[in-house]
């Protein structure tokens, strides 16, 4: 396996290169001395392992992983605690989801699609309590800057507090292209992909709906890679799958067409663009379970809730039909009108603390 130290270090280098500017927030480290080979060995729940034949290319896996070989995985390991802080989750189903590890890879095939419901009643009944967060980015620029620092300084995005490198991302100016975001996301993916070792991996494509997700209440015993970009139509997402086409995810969660929609794209053609991502992923990814989600009802009057519905109804098929896993989110999402809960979103469409929790209930319900 190639050196990830030497990869995050060139990393560095060609990440600063597809910003345009030299990134004078960290600087590059030079991989011939040993504290640029160790850079990380820096990230929280991470450590090195040198093989036998090569001391000097350390294995990175998450300390907290199932280092058990697949073919002799009995029972899933165990999971430590989480070392950092968490707020205290009112959904019992959180609780329990978090305090059980996934099986391990390889996920049986599924012969017929299975339909999850998002999440259970209690979460309509007792949504979770707003907390107050911590200083974390609130504009794509902040926190395109803050996974760009992450990622110099050889740490993995998903792994860090939100509020780590606030020095720099609290600076951040002009919002990134799409093609910046596009660079950064292949830079974490393959940055990843060198470092995944045989530790499991789950990935998160979608829009700015994905890109928000938020990452510290996520189970530790994995990777997390998310590979979303604000405003991006099922077209754009199946113009950029091979990003992260080089990772072995053992689970794959898919949101998108509420961009489709908003544009006016016709319903058959964001389902005939999804169908196409699925069976993609599929060939890309062929040892994943793929997770197809619904699209989220909103409040916006353009995007009725019958075109929402519509679509939702297509994209159920589409997953019965590819043999893939369908998690309808927006039943629990939806009020009597089958408009967004006004108390989950901020503007209509997207959402708040309390719909990204209700969200992250349905994720690790799986």
Not at 115 to 129: G, I, N, S, Y
Not at 298 to 306: A, N
């Amino acid at each position: 396996m190639a050196d990830m130290s030497w990869l995050v270090a060139h990393l560095i280098a060609t990440a600063s290169q597809a910003e345009g500017t030299p990134g004078p927030e960290t600087p590059t480290p030079d991989v011939s001395q040993p504290q640029a080979r160790d850079a990380w060995a820096r990230v929280p729940g991470i450590r090195a392992i040198a093989p036998p034949t090569m001391p000097d290319s350390p294995l990175l896996l998450p300390e907290d992983s199932c280092q058990v070989p697949q073919s002799k995985a009995k029972t899933p390991c165990a999971v430590p605690p989480d070392p950092r802080p968490h707020p205290q989750d009112s959904l019992e189903a959180t609780r329990s989801t978090l305090e059980v590890p996934p099986p391990t890879m390889p996920f049986p095939e599924h012969t017929t699609p299975t339909v999850l419901d998002a999440a259970p009643e209690t979460a309509r009944l007792a949504p979770p309590r707003t907390v107050s967060p911590s200083p974390r980015p609130q504009t794509g620029s902040q926190l395109y800057r803050q996974r760009l620092a992450a990622l110099r300084a050889g740490q993995l995005y998903t792994r860090i507090a939100p509020s780590q490198f606030a020095s720099q991302w609290q600076q951040a100016g002009q919002s990134p292209s799409q093609r910046q975001w596009l660079a950064l996301l292949q830079q974490e993916a393959r940055a990843v992909a060198a470092g995944q070792g045989q530790n499991r991996l789950t990935v998160v494509v979608g829009d700015s709906l994905s890109l928000w997700l938020p990452s510290e209440h996520l189970p530790r015993d994995r990777f997390w890679l998310n590979q979303s970009i604000s405003g991006e139509t099922t077209a754009d997402i199946l113009n950029r799958l091979d990003t992260f086409a080089q990772t072995r995810p053992d689970t794959i969660h898919l949101m998108a067409g509420i961009n489709d929609l908003k544009n006016g794209v016709p319903v058959n053609r964001v389902a005939r663009n999804l169908r196409q991502i699925v069976r993609q992923l599929q060939q890309q990814h062929p040892q994943a379970r793929i997770v197809l989600h619904s699209i989220l009802p909103t409040r916006w009057d353009h995007i009725p809730s019958q075109q929402v519905q519509r679509l939702n109804r297509d994209i159920a098929w589409i997953a019965r039909q590819e043999e893939i896993q369908f998690l309808n989110v927006a039943t629990d999402f939806a009020d009597a009108q089958g408009r967004l809960r006004p108390e989950l979103t901020t503007d209509g469409l997207h959402l708040n603390v309390q719909g990204y929790r209700l969200w992250q209930t349905a994720i690790l319900s799986i």
